[in-house]
């Protein structure tokens, strides 16, 4: 994201620069459920080429052994658990456990010993036992894939630094239901909170000698 227009004046003020991967990477997947895949419920933009070269990365993540966790956003069947961010969005209150929005998609189903949480805010970690799951396996570096890039999956990016996890959005790998809100905020987390690596990027520097 070098060639956005206002990209120097982050660089002058000393952002943008890069964490780089650690020794023990694992992949966080935010809300690739079926709602988000679908135009007419929560989906639109880039969401679906972002679940295809997901599972790209999926299968490299399980091959290399890291770690995997995946989010759901999941509200009790009576709402009784739902908050404020229902109140902006009422129709995030369909996603309760067994409704088939609120499934991950087929293509992305986890595996045994996978992580699976399920949140009712926009950050995986919020909550939730994502940081104590990541801190038991020694991991250091996540990798974030999922939607939207605007809203859950900034979120997370956020909340791992924040828990000084070094961050790689990986930019091809993540989705919005419109593009100009994806595109500014992988600016944002570029310069402040996050490594931007495509999955091919990704890929490649992890099986580099180091």
Not at 14 to 28: D, E, H, S, T
Not at 39 to 65: D, M, S, Y
Request: proline content about 6%; glycine content about 10%.
């Amino acid at each position: 994201m070098s060639g956005h227009p206002e990209a120097d004046i982050y660089h002058r003020q000393g952002m943008g620069n890069r964490a780089g991967l650690g020794q023990a990477p694992a992949l966080v997947i935010i809300d690739f459920v079926v709602g988000f895949s679908d135009p007419a419920h929560f989906g639109g933009g880039n969401i679906g080429p972002a679940i295809e070269q997901t599972v790209e990365l999926l299968a490299f993540a399980r091959k290399q052994g890291w770690p995997v966790a995946h989010t759901r956003v999941v509200y009790a069947d009576d709402g009784a658990d739902a908050g404020v961010f229902t109140l902006k969005a009422p129709s995030l209150r369909k996603l309760t456990e067994t409704s088939p929005l609120s499934q991950i998609v087929p293509e992305l189903t986890p595996l045994p010993g996978e992580l699976v949480i399920r949140k009712q805010g926009a950050s995986g970690f919020f909550d939730t036992n994502l940081a104590s799951w990541l801190a038991f396996r020694r991991v250091d570096t996540v990798a974030v894939a999922g939607c939207t890039t605007s809203g859950c999956v900034r979120a997370t990016v956020v909340d791992s630094m924040q828990h000084n996890f070094r961050t790689v959005c990986v930019m091809d790998c993540v989705g919005d239901r419109a593009i100009g809100p994806h595109e500014a905020n992988l600016f944002d987390m570029g310069q402040k909170y996050a490594d931007l690596m495509t999955r091919v990027e990704l890929e490649t520097a992890w099986c580099a000698p180091r």
